[in-house]
Nanobody
Framework: QVQLVESGGGLVQAGGSLRLSCAAS????????MGWFRQAPGKERVFVAT????????NYADSVKGRFTVSRDNAKNTVYLQMNNLKPEDTAVYYC????????????WGQGTQVTVSS
């Protein structure tokens, strides 16, 4: 089991930046590919970004490419999401998730952190 706790959300004006953090505890963090997802009001939760166990491989949703950067520090058991040039449509609850290397699905989820971007 991996326990995930997100932080860093808040209210920001359009064009601003935020950095989300996700601290992990429990099972070996580096055994997990990590991802960020978001859920806007009235919508389904969607993929934002993923990062491989070593951090060497990252993937992004088209809507955030060039603006968001995912990274991880395995020594600190933490994954980050740097969000720049934020837009009102980025407003959502952001979730951190962990996928063990032996699994095809994300098994571990944080409680989420709210990001609100005002126009």
């Amino acid at each position: 089991q991996v326990q995930l706790v997100e932080s860093g959300g808040g209210l920001v004006q359009a064009g601003g930046s935020l950095r989300l953090s996700c601290a992990a505890s429990g099972q070996t963090f580096s055994d997990n590919n990590m991802g960020w997802f978001r859920q806007a009001p009235g919508k389904e939760r969607v993929f934002v970004a993923t990062i491989s166990r070593s951090g060497a491989v990252t993937n992004y949703a088209d809507s955030v490419k060039g603006r968001f950067t995912v990274s991880r520090d395995n020594a600190k058991n933490t994954v980050y999401l740097q969000m720049n040039n934020l837009k009102p449509e980025d407003t959502a609850v952001y979730y951190c998730a962990g996928r063990p290397y032996s699994s095809y699905e994300f098994r571990y989820w944080g409680q989420g952190t709210q990001v609100t971007v005002s126009s």
